[in-house]
């Protein structure tokens, strides 16, 4: 397992190893002590599974707010997607700017994505299924969203906004000018 920095430094790219043979292939995916000493200190306690039946299905932007944040540790079992975190953090250097990274069951990477950022994905291939480790239980009160497509993000997403599919829920979120500090 290696853990390679980002342009924004907390957000941690995981590149995991796969021995292969004729039977199939071993990898470990998770090893609490080696995220630490990489700079990934969270208890994850909840594993999320979603699947994506089209290319071109935009998740997000997603976040929870205090008292129940929530980081994220991103992995894609089958397909591919361009997983994307945005640092929200008001008094971050990064504040507003955002890290992007193809995530998929090819490369078997993943993606840390700690409090304090929103994120989301699109899907580059169809059939496309992502499990992903939180640490904090999902709180709907709690749950808050960043416009996809806000041109303040300058996000270039794979696909363009009249043919992206989103849920009527991540059409309405606020743009980054209109969010509320959280973070």
């Not at 932007?61 to 953090?89: E, M, N, S, Y």
């Not at 950022?117 to 699109?122: D, L, P």
Request: glycine letters at 6%; aromatic letters at 10%; hydrophobic letters at 35%.
């Amino acid at each position: 397992m290696t853990v390679v920095n980002t342009t924004i430094p907390e957000v941690k790219l995981i590149e995991c190893r796969r021995f292969e043979d004729e039977r199939g292939f071993f990898s470990e995916t998770f090893h609490r002590d080696r995220l630490r000493e990489a700079g990934i200190d969270a208890e994850f306690v909840q594993d999320n599974h979603s699947l994506s039946r089209s290319r071109g299905t935009i998740r997000g932007l997603h976040f929870q707010v205090p008292p129940h944040p929530q980081a994220k540790l991103v992995r894609v079992t089958r397909g591919a997607i361009l997983d994307v975190a945005v640092d929200l953090r008001r008094r971050s250097p990064t504040f507003g700017q955002h890290v992007s990274a193809v995530v998929s069951a090819e490369r078997w990477n993943q993606i840390y994505v700690p409090v304090g950022f929103a994120h989301g994905f699109c899907t580059l291939e169809p059939e496309t299924e992502v499990v992903y480790k939180v640490d904090g239980y999902y709180a709907p009160d709690h749950d808050r969203g960043l416009l996809w497509n806000d041109p303040e993000l300058a996000i270039d997403w794979p696909v363009a906004p009249e043919e992206a599919i989103l849920s009527e829920k991540d059409r309405r979120h606020p743009r980054l000018a209109d969010l509320e500090e959280y973070f």
